[in-house]
């Protein structure tokens, strides 16, 4: 499945149970010359306390707490509302017609909460990369350092992305996003995804861009995010939930043997 061009392998065990997916099945899998590849894969379990649980793992084999586009290809696989257990916490999903509207739940701002390894204010940090100064952090289930530039275009996200994903002020690695004004309501974002590398679109990047930029008084709620892969719409108030509404798709169904990736 793949939402905007960001693609998934989504493995339901929620009535058959699998082989414990590993880091090295999970990298196997994603290689794109010798596996299926993909940019994460999505595993569906059972859930003592919600409707089900979701976990993300990302290409490199490490294991993400959120995915806002996986969330919607999972709405979408699911076919109905919903509210599943994540490792960022629950969130509520329903299929809409071509995709999806998720709630993220609330973003998250203290320091210790994306977490940080100081204390440190989260509103605009004073730290920089080249080019890339003052971010916002942002938790929406897993870490976003949000970077506001004049053309989100012309960055060296591919150079910048890596170094400041393992800086050591973010124990967790973080996500990276650099965003720019394209209209009074509109934000043209590029993401540098931990374990993933750049990425045509991502979901939690998109409502943690989206929830700096209102609190920054750019922009108004709902807003428009223009990704390499398309458009996502993000809706958000201070104090509430951010819901994500945008596209997702099945591209194909398959099987594999599990011994030749184990």
Known sequence: MHGLGNDFVVLDARETPLPAVTASVVRALGDRRTGIGFDQLILLEPSQTHDFR???????GSEAGACG??????????????????GGGPIALEALDGGARVDMGKPRFDWDAIPLAYAMDTFAMPVGWESLEG?????????????????????????????????ALFPERVNVNVASLAGADNLRLRVWERGAGLTRACGT???????AAIRRGLVTSPVRVTLPGG???????PGGTIL????????FRGT????DYS
């Open 205 to 211: 990047g998109a409502c943690a861009t989206a929830v």
């Open 69 to 86: 586009n996986g969330s919607r290809a999972v709405a979408l696989l699911h076919g109905a509302p919903a509210v599943v257990e994540t």
């Open 135 to 167: 971010p916002m952090a942002v938790n929406v289930g897993n870490p976003h350092a949000v970077f506001f530039v004049d053309d989100a275009g012309a960055v060296p996200l591919e150079e910048l992305g890596p170094i400041i994903e393992h800086e």
């Open 231 to 237: 458009d996502l719409v993000i809706a958000w108030e």
């Open 244 to 251: 994500m509404s945008g596209p997702a798709a099945e591209s």
């Open 54 to 60: 979701v976990r993300f793992f990302n290409s490199d």
């Open 256 to 259: 594999f043997r599990w011994e």
